[in-house]
């Protein structure tokens, strides 16, 4: 209960400061329950858990983020039109590209939360980096923002839909579409 209210301050401390610097009342309303606290501490544990499975090519932990079908929009990173999907296609064609040869670091951060029964949505700000040998400068970078709809399942909160909005990238693209070899 100690660690569990120590995070509950330091959520209020960073929701003052956002405050402070956007102007806009981020803190929570004085109806907010614990569960709807605890529930939006947990949506955000997932969307921060897939980038920390994916680094770790742990496919089968990413996986386990999703619901079974998904609805996944990069098209402003890839042209390709958002798609209704299998979430294990997903996860096949992210351990395809980020195979054992290419490196990959994804970070999040300024989480805004919206819970509403069982369902969550979660805003977030992302940067992530590529990192693969064999065709020059061996770097991709790309900034963004993250949207993650999610739905409480009875395995917990799982990821339905999630759209990522590229506002800049650089570096080599070869590294970016270019599928890591096998071995």
């Known amino acids: 209960m100690r660690a569990l209210t120590s995070v509950l301050i330091a959520l209020l401390c960073h929701a003052a400061a956002a405050q402070t610097i956007t102007g806009m009342p981020v803190l ?3 109806s907010l329950g614990m569960q709807t606290l605890l529930d939006q501490m947990d949506s955000i544990r997932v969307t921060n858990e897939i980038d920390t ?3 770790n090519k742990d496919w089968k932990k ?3 983020f999703f619901a079974d079908d998904i609805k996944a929009d990069f098209s402003s990173l890839t042209g390709q039109p958002a798609a209704a999907m299998k979430a294990d296609d997903l996860i096949k064609t992210w351990a395809a590209n980020l195979g054992p040869k290419k490196t990959s670091f994804h970070l999040r951060g300024n989480h805004l939360v ?3 029964g069982d369902k969550a949505t979660v805003s977030s700000h992302a940067y992530a980096w590529n990192r693969m040998e064999g065709n020059g400068d061996p770097l991709w970078e790309v900034w963004g923002n993250y949207v993650h709809e999610l739905a409480r399942t009875p395995g917990g909160w799982k990821v ?3 759209t990522f ?3 800049a990238e650089r570096g080599n693209m070869w590294v970016k579409d270019t599928p890591s070899p096998a071995n």
């Open 165 to 167: 909005v590229k506002t």
């Open 114 to 116: 919206s819970v509403e």
């Open 160 to 162: 339905t839909a999630f």
């Open 53 to 55: 499975a994916v680094d």
């Open 62 to 64: 990413a996986r386990s």
């Open 28 to 30: 929570p309303q004085p």
